[in-house]
């Protein structure tokens, strides 16, 4: 098995992408699919995501415009500015407004309040809010809405990471989403394999980087 640190996983990305030219659209959604792929359709029927507006959080538009696509109920609450949104979390984003009126931002008091109300009404919680990139303190907004994902009770999917743990694992970045199950996208990440709590909650699912990528970077 190989095992990432942030910087590690961060050079894959962008040789893949700009050297390889491998579109990131197709990696968001191939993400989307892996995710999708290992979710127990028949018992998780309603869905609340939770995404920002980076790379993490397109994966999470994605993985819901495939849930609205085969008819499943679906709430998206957005934390961040839609202004500073990535071109691939607009292009999903714009989709999934087609499909539905359930979309919310979480700017307020107002909002976290009634995102912890709403959270009552579905049985799983995508997390697709930070992904390995984060380096910093989570506070503001955000760990309010990571403490309501964790006193919910709700079953947790994450996106690639639990949003707020550090991928290294040696950074107390203040919260992180105690996640059921972990999808990690194409390589184990470091700071969840040295932590028993999350090692056996996690599958790493191929989304399409180029072994060239990663051979470049990695040395076996």
Same mark, same amino acid.
């Given at each position: 098995?190989?095992?990432?640190d942030?910087?590690?996983?961060? !050079?894959?990305? $962008?040789y ?8 990131? /659209? %197709?990696?968001?959604?191939? $993400? @989307?699919l892996?995710?999708?792929n290992n979710?127990?359709?028949?018992i998780r029927n309603s869905?609340? /995501? ?6 993490n959080?397109a994966d999470?538009? $994605?993985?819901a415009? !495939?849930?609205?696509? /085969? ?7 957005i934390?961040g ?5 990535s ?5 999903n984003?714009?989709?999934c407004?087609?499909?539905?009126d359930?979309?919310?931002?979480i700017?307020?008091?107002?909002d ?5 109300n709403?959270?009552?009404?579905i049985?799983?919680?995508i ?11 989570v506070?503001?907004?955000? @760990? ?8 919910s ?8 990471i639990? @949003?707020?743990?550090? %991928?290294d ?9 105690? @996640? ?19 090692r ?7 989304i399409?980087? $180029?072994?060239?990528?990663i051979?470049?970077?990695i040395n076996?």
């Open positions: 098995m190989i095992i990432v942030r910087e590690t996983m961060k !050079n894959i990305d $962008a893949a992408i700009n050297e390889l030219k491998i579109p990131s /659209i %197709c990696l968001v959604e191939r $993400a @989307s892996a995710v999708l979710i127990n359709l028949d869905f609340g /995501i939770v995404a920002s507006v980076g790379n959080g999470g538009m $994605a993985l415009r !495939n849930l609205l696509s /085969i008819g499943k109920k679906v709430e998206i609450y934390v500015d839609i202004k500073k949104a071109t691939d979390f607009l292009i984003f714009e989709s407004k087609k499909m539905t359930k979309i919310f931002e700017r307020t008091i107002d976290i309040e009634f995102f912890k709403n959270l009552e009404k049985n799983t919680i997390d697709a809010i930070f992904g390995t990139g984060l380096n910093r303190t506070s503001g907004i955000y @760990s309010y809405v990571i403490e309501i994902i964790n006193l009770n709700i079953f947790t999917i994450s996106i690639d639990p @949003s707020g743990y550090d %991928c694992g040696e950074m107390d970045f203040g919260t992180y989403v105690d @996640s059921d199950f972990i999808v990690s996208m194409q390589l184990m990440k470091k700071g969840l394999y040295y932590d028993t709590y999350f056996d909650k996690i599958v790493v699912e191929d399409g980087i $180029a072994q060239k990528a051979d470049k970077f076996i």
